[in-house]
């Protein structure tokens, strides 16, 4: 079945480092989607990638939806405590349905 | 906007009863709702796919008649744990999907249940 690989697993980082994790998928995927986890809470979407190629911002964080239509990164730049998290990326099986999720990055963040 | 509220945040139960657990979208109305399961350190696995006014569509591996879900209104869906046992015990995460965000999905903050 379909299935997402995200790396890397886990980083620990500075404040004011630069992040960046990706994901990969053996199939192509017309929909990107990276969410941030706190504990205890559900996931809140940062980033959704539409078109291959595609790059956006949120703030500190850009994505990309790769050409190939089956991997995106999200950068996150000069990073604060707060950043603290698991980062997932995800994707549709097919429009409209549930969504197949990456198994998170737990980005640590060090003041 | 896109808001998504559960209920409770919490439940702690003795084996053998019931739970109820509900997930409303507040400012939208989804036409599909899907339940998720997460346990510590892992990432969500979906459970059910959940649209309004028709049965649910459980993944393969879990039980229909041990995870009751209802989606009675394009606002409300409830998930039933019942019978819960121990191993029942884990985060349970909806998400919402309108019509006009047709691949976003928007999820609610989790319900922890505990099963004595």
């Known amino acids: ?9 886990s980083m620990f980082i500075q ?10 998928s053996s199939s192509i995927f017309n929909t990107w989607l990276w969410y941030k986890q706190d504990p205890g809470e559900g996931p809140v979407l940062l980033i959704a990638l539409y078109k291959a190629g595609e790059l956006t911002s949120n703030g500190r964080l850009t994505a990309q939806f790769g050409i190939t239509r089956k991997d995106s990164f999200l ?24 969504l197949i999720f990456g198994k998170g990055t737990t980005l640590s963040v060090s003041s | 906007g896109a808001v ?22 507040l ?34 591996g879990v039980e229909k008649d041990k995870f009751l879900i209802n989606h009675a209104s394009l606002t409300l869906s409830t998930l039933t744990v019942t019978s819960a046992h121990p191993e029942d015990s884990s985060f349970y995460i909806c998400s919402a ?4 965000t047709y691949n976003e999905q928007f999820f609610g903050p989790g319900t922890r249940l505990t099963v004595l």
């Not at chain 2, 998504?4 to 979208?25: A, F, N």
């Not at chain 2, 999907?97 to 006009?100: E, L």
Request: net charge neutral; proline share 5%; aromatic share 8%.
């Open chain 1, 1 to 9: 079945g379909q299935q997402l690989n995200q790396s890397p697993q």
């Open chain 1, 15 to 24: 404040e004011g480092e630069d992040v960046s994790m990706n994901c990969t």
């Open chain 1, 75 to 98: 950068n996150i730049s000069a990073s604060i405590p707060s950043d603290v998290g698991i980062y997932f990326c995800a994707g549709p099986w097919q429009a409209g349905t549930a």
């Open chain 2, 4 to 25: 998504v509220s559960q209920h409770p945040s919490r439940v702690i139960c003795k084996s053998g009863t019931s739970v109820k657990i509900e997930c409303r979208s």
């Open chain 2, 27 to 60: 400012d939208f109305q989804a036409t599909t709702m899907f339940w998720y399961r997460q346990f510590p350190k892992q990432s969500l696995m979906l459970m059910a796919t959940s649209n309004e006014g028709s049965k649910a569509t459980y993944e393969q």
């Open chain 2, 97 to 100: 999907q309108s019509g006009s």
